[in-house]
């Protein structure tokens, strides 16, 4: 028979409690401002109610961020692991480059210059965070996570869950805004996101860089329109 497999070691407390903080809305990186196309997709009348919302979401978290975001978090953080700068300019350009509209490459760069504000006054001595605020034009958002979860030593995937829950938490919160849903509405469609995460997880960790994705035309589409939308409650 198969030798179960240890369980994991339990995190210090101080760490969970950092981790829980990376991934809380509290965060001061303006996470909860950016709708990521949804707000568009509902003035489209693509997303209309809570099963098409949670079926959006649930595309979004596969197609999207567990083929990108998160892989590139993974390798972010072990490039910051060996001090390996050039390695996490190159995934920075990376995820700028590969953003299809300005408004999802000003979020990706906003967020991260906020982490890197946030991290300069947590982590003032460490020479990596300078590096993070060198990147130009700017740090991107899942490179600065990696630094982040480097720094308080979080485990890989462990920073990975926690990166895809307060991904999954700041858009169950947008689609209870745009759509708009009810907050118990908000609730089962982040149960239906936290539980596919892990699987998400798990194969962006085993993904090689030649299959990275960040190809996801119809959201691009509607993340172009929303910079025009004529009514918006989310920022553009």
Request: neutral net charge.
């Amino acid at each position: 028979m198969p030798r179960a497999r240890p369980a994991p070691a339990p995190l210090p407390a101080a760490t969970l409690l950092q981790l829980m903080w990376l991934a809380s809305p509290a965060l001061p990186v303006g996470g909860f401002s950016y709708s990521e196309g949804l707000e568009a997709a509902v003035e489209a009348g693509r997303v209309t109610n809570e099963a098409l919302a949670a079926d959006w979401l649930d595309d979004q978290l596969t197609l999207a961020l567990g083929r990108a975001d998160l892989a590139v978090v993974a390798r972010s953080a072990q490039a910051w692991q060996r001090g390996d700068v050039a390695r996490a300019a190159e995934l920075n350009d990376w995820v700028r480059l590969t953003r299809e509209s300005s408004e999802l490459r000003q979020q990706t760069e906003q967020m991260g210059r906020s982490l890197q504000d946030w991290l300069r006054q947590r982590a003032p001595e460490d020479t990596r965070v300078a590096a993070l605020g060198a990147l130009r034009p700017a740090p991107c958002w899942p490179v600065a996570f990696g630094l982040a979860v480097t720094v308080i030593g979080a485990p890989l995937r462990e920073a990975l869950l926690a990166h895809g829950f307060g991904w999954a938490e700041n858009m169950a919160q947008a689609a209870i805004k745009a759509v708009p849903l009810g907050q118990s509405a908000g609730q089962r469609i982040l149960a239906r996101l936290s539980q596919r995460l892990p699987d998400v997880v798990d194969q962006a960790l085993a993904l090689p860089e030649s299959q990275w994705q960040a190809f996801t035309p119809g959201l691009a589409i509607l993340s172009g329109q929303h910079e025009a939308q004529y009514s918006r409650l989310f920022r553009s």
